[in-house]
């Protein structure tokens, strides 16, 4: 299904609505995908690698569009690695991070030409030694670290959160000949993820400063050429409520000059330093357009039901988990023909969706204006973290339209489908 507007393409804006649009669908325009990147790389030192991670959205054009922009992918599971290969990344694009992998995923992403893994323990150095073994090939890693508590500047401390996510930067230093790697898994570089959704400058700048003391200290103590440094991310962005990008306007200058004095040699990328990014890249591309399905009066409360929900926006936020979902739910500019009167002023609403469960509300009380079954409302900055994170199987409505747009102009729609079918297929 394919449908033009019927006015000219209109600038960039979320709030841009395709005419005619069935509902629930989630709308992802690409040139607000390009003017993010633009953005996120204007606070990044050069040269520096970026990779899109695509647990964000992992929607093919999307990442497309990303890949186009020289972006890597970063994937952690067989559905991802799809998602990129549909999406045209070369297998030499592709890093396959995660803390858990079957031999089978492993086998997977080795048969499609994949050799950059990310590894997360000792085990995980083996078992992917062992399968590029029986691929017969050579592969390399990035070694993900746990650096334990706060270790700015000041070597690495003992303490720190037990996780799934790296080996602890102790134990690296400790035992560096456990984390070099076989003879077909060798190690390229480190990978630090330290912080996730981090809109202050100055936090973000103070993460990548411990992740950039801790690569220094252990790229000593590995004692072994590492050719890759992933600072990871932490770029915050907004989710699901009205707003913009956060700013990082003294990030590069700042990184630059801690770079220069811990990895000098990084400006000819020796060693590459990279990134990453899900939520930066892709948050402010999307909003999710929805119609009233029911208004009621309850208890004194004005009750509004949504055609969607926790189905297909905050799932995780629906069972009690990160992030908590308070969504703005906005009357898009482009809708004509609202049934209610739209000059009355917003006024609490509970915030429902249509499945059978007191869990699948969005808020208890949330600003709302006046609204009728049939009108069109639309959750903003939904491009990250909508869909792909919440829980679609759950009481089996179809999974929402996803459309495509460039500045408004549709390019694609199409849902997806889940089917069973037999274990051995
Ligand atoms: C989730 C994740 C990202 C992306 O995080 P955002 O907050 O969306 O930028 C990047 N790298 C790793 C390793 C991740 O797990």
Known sequence: MSETLHRPAPAPHAETVPHGLATPAYVYDLALVRSAHQRLRAWLPEPSELYYSLKANPH??????????????EVSSPGELDAALTAGVPARDILYTGPGK???????????????????????IGQLDRAAARHGVHVTYLLRVNPGGGSRGAGLRMTGDPSAFGADAQDIAAHPGRYTGGEHARIDGLH????????????????????????????EALGVPLRTIDLGGGFGAPYARAGDLPDYPGLADRLA???????????????????????????????LLTRVLDVKDSH?????????????????????????????????????????????????????????????????SHPLPAVAPGDLLAVPNTGAYGLHASLVLFLGHPAPLEVVTDS???????????????ADS
Not at 196 to 209: K, V
Not at 311 to 335: E, I, K, Q, S, W
């Open 60 to 73: 093919p054009d999307v990442v497309a569009a990303l890949h186009a922009l020289g972006c890597r992918a």
């Open 102 to 124: 079957r031999d089978e995923d492993l086998h997977k992403a080795l048969t499609a030409g994949v050799r950059d893994f990310a590894v997360d323990s000792a085990f995980g």
């Open 257 to 287: 000059g801690e770079l220069d004095e811990a990895l000098p040699g990084w400006r000819h990328n020796a060693p590459t330093v990279a990134f990453e990014s899900g939520r930066y890249l892709t948050a402010t591309c999307g909003q």
């Open 300 to 364: 004194g409360q004005r009750v509004v039901v949504l055609d969607t929900g926790i189905n297909h926006l905050g799932g995780m936020a629906g069972l009690r988990r990160v992030p908590p979902l308070h969504p703005d739910v906005v009357r898009p500019a482009t809708d004509s023909a609202p049934t209610a009167d739209a000059a009355e002023p917003p006024g609490p609403a509970m915030i429902c969706g249509p499945l059978c469960t007191p869990l699948d509300t969005w808020a208890r």
């Open 192 to 219: 630090l993820y330290l912080a996730t959704n981090i809109t202050d400058e100055q936090a973000l700048g103070d993460s990548f400063s411990e992740a950039v003391a801790v690569a220094r200290t252990l790229r």
């Open 408 to 422: 408004g102009r549709v390019l694609r729609s199409d849902r997806m489908t889940f089917v069973r079918r037999p």
